[in-house]
């Protein structure tokens, strides 16, 4: 059973740019959320599915972030117009049933 | 409003010594889940234990130990006869019983010196 994957690992980009990043759920998971962890802090929600259906957002999703994911299985986070605030990693998580939450590497963002 | 608190900023211990991290946490849930996850340098989060809250025993696996005391929200983890691979950021969590919303700590950073 593979874990979470998530693409790219590493991403620098410019001021204004738009990222997209990709992650892979564990298998059968149905349920994928997304979390953004800034340096010295832990990680925080901005997002989770259920299938295809987006079910909660954060406050931290601001306009400039969407989040999708088409057919239930792999999601995508894609941030527009990207500030230098936006520097972080950003964490995939899956899980299925009652079981707990398990992360992916995470991407992390560099926004010079 | 959910809150989860690690006093612990960073600490340091030499190999062998037992160190304990401290977890104190704040909800209005009369249900909810506890988590302690491990990120070691190459910043993937490692799982390493959940308890619910009606369940207060006290759980120990190999040199990790935690010991969950309700009364004074703490959730504290402790590694006995600490070594190097130790080493890393300890995050403690909270969940309502859906699991959908985690709320982690700060996180406290171990260094273990050998």
């Known amino acids: 059973d593979t874990g979470v994957s998530q693409d790219p690992r590493h991403k620098i980009t410019k001021r204004g740019q738009n990222v997209t990043f990709r992650c892979d759920p564990i298998s059968e998971h149905n349920r994928l959320y997304w979390y953004r962890q800034t340096l010295g802090q832990g990680p925080e929600f901005l997002t989770y599915f259920q299938n295809e259906a987006q079910l909660e957002k954060s406050r931290l999703l601001s306009d400039r972030f969407s989040a999708e994911r088409p057919k239930g299985s792999f999601s995508t986070l894609e941030i527009q117009r990207t500030e230098q605030g936006d520097s972080a990693m950003y964490l995939c998580?899956?899980?299925?049933?009652?079981?707990?939450?398990?992360f992916g590497p995470g991407t992390r963002l560099l926004v010079l | 409003a959910q809150k989860v608190t690690q006093a612990q900023t960073e600490i340091s211990v030499v190999e062998k010594e037992d160190v304990t991290l401290d977890c104190v946490y704040e909800?209005?849930?009369?249900?909810?889940?506890l988590f302690w996850y491990k990120q070691p340098p190459s910043g993937e989060l490692v799982f390493l234990i959940r308890?619910?809250?009606?369940?207060?025993q006290n759980e120990i696996s190999g040199r990790y130990s935690w010991n969950f005391q309700k009364s004074t929200s703490s959730f504290n983890f402790t590694i006995t006869a600490s070594q190097v691979v130790d080493s890393a950021v300890y995050f403690c969590?909270?969940?309502?019983?859906?699991?959908?919303?985690?709320?982690f700590g700060p996180g406290t950073s171990l260094s273990v010196i050998p």
């Open positions: 998580a899956s899980r299925k049933g009652g079981e707990t939450q398990y």
């Open positions: 909800t209005r849930d009369t249900t909810y889940y």
């Open positions: 308890r619910n809250s009606f369940d207060e």
């Open positions: 969590a909270l969940s309502p019983p859906s699991y959908d919303k985690v709320i």
